[in-house]
């Protein structure tokens, strides 16, 4: 029997097919006797360009608060235009998850500061191929083991987790640790977790130097109760910035300001009652502020007139309030945006990673509830 060779020559649609291959990002290696199509990966990239996976990601997905040289990031673009690397995370969500779905969780979903980590984590989420699902931390604690059940039965792919340093987060924690967890706003100790976090410090510093600049010196500080480094660098924000002016921060002026409206309104009067004479507040957060707010008016005591009253964290309705709240503004919807890349990274099998939002430094937002010391303060 003869055997024609002709009849082994593959058909040029199949050769063409090959050839559009290599030109989309693979490359044909020979390991007789079969061929093998390799795609390029991110590492590849990483090594080409001679940074870190983590640089490439973002800057690939143009990561506005990736803070590198220009020069670095044009060799980092340059490396993927000769590797014909492109990312891909919906394609990798069909490859390699089972449900393309990421979970926030957050104390109180009612929370309006929450609404623009919301809104950069759907972004995000959403230009990856991903849906993001919201749900109360202390809920899903609470009901334990629906949790465990959506867990286990890979219905979410990770977790997000804005953390108070409760005993519902370690439970959340603990549920999910076999799925990638990325802690918002705080520092995560665990190396095993990222986290990422914006620069309450200097917000708090901001703040505190807008209502010197006003003239005034008897400033009282509003705590929060939520998360305990988050609480201490804000609070260090105000000390430091008194001290910087010459003022030695007066603990009769620190008052535990909670974290709700209500928890601020109690503040105030506990303020009005026993404290010494303040002319101005800051309020760890703008809730708080907001409480403070509702009982001087009850007091007849007139913003900013009589007291001024500031928040750390603007969220939607802060300008349209009579008067209008000042605020210093965080990053947060860049916030929300970084942990779910930070996310995707760590299902594409990168470490977890530990970053701060850089760049994007807090902005003082001013307002008609800031004004100068009164000459005739309340008392």
């Known amino acids: ?193 990222g986290s990422v976090a914006v620069d309450d410090y200097q917000a708090a510093r901001l703040i505190t130097a807008h209502l010197l600049e006003l003239g005034h010196t008897k400033i009282a500080y509003f705590t929060i109760d939520q998360h305990a480094d988050r609480a201490s660098l804000r609070l260090r924000g105000w000390m430091d910035e008194m001290t910087k002016a010459g003022l030695a921060p007066d603990e009769s002026l620190i008052v535990d300001g909670g974290h709700t409206p209500e928890d601020g309104a109690r503040a105030m009067q506990l303020l009005l009652a026993n404290g010494p004479a303040a002319t101005a507040i800051v309020a760890a957060n703008s809730l708080i502020a907001l409480g403070a707010m509702n009982a001087c008016q009850l ?13 750390i964290h603007d969220f939607p309705l802060a300008r349209y309030l009579n008067p209008g709240l000042t605020v210093v503004a965080l990053p947060l919807r860049e916030l929300g945006e970084r942990a779910v890349r930070l996310l995707l990274d760590q299902l594409d099998g990168q470490p977890a990673r530990h970053e701060k939002i850089a760049g994007l430094l807090p902005t003082v937002m001013v307002r008609g509830s800031s004004g100068p010391p009164s000459s005739h303060p309340n008392s």
Not at 37 to 48: G, H, P, Q, S
Not at 301 to 309: A, H, L, N
Request: a neutral charge; one cysteine or more; glycine letters at 6%.
């Open 1 to 193: 029997m003869t055997v024609n060779p002709a009849a082994f020559l593959l058909p040029n649609r199949y050769i063409q097919h090959l050839f559009d291959g290599m030109r989309e990002g693979c490359s044909l290696r020979s390991s007789a006797p079969h061929w093998r199509i390799t795609i390029a990966t991110i590492t590849d990239v990483a090594k080409l360009a001679g940074v870190s996976t983590g640089a490439v990601s973002r800057a690939l997905s143009s990561d506005k608060t990736l803070n590198i040289r220009a020069e670095t990031r044009e060799r980092i673009l340059d490396a993927a235009r000769t590797l014909n690397y492109s990312p891909n995370h919906a394609a990798r969500a069909l490859r390699i998850s089972s449900s393309g779905v990421i979970g926030l969780a957050v104390h109180d979903v009612s929370n309006p500061i929450y609404s623009d980590i919301v809104a950069g984590a759907q972004a995000a989420a959403s230009e990856f191929g991903y849906v993001l699902t919201l749900a109360d931390a202390d809920v899903l604690a609470n009901d334990e083991q629906v949790f465990r059940r959506l867990v286990s039965g890979k219905a979410i792919d990770g977790i997000l987790l804005q953390t108070v340093d409760n005993s519902a987060d370690f439970i959340i924690a603990k549920t999910a640790e076999s799925l990638p967890v990325v802690v918002v706003n705080a520092d995560s100790t665990n190396p095993a977790v």
């Open 299 to 311: 007091a007849n005591i007139q913003v900013p007139q009589q007291m001024s009253i500031v928040g």
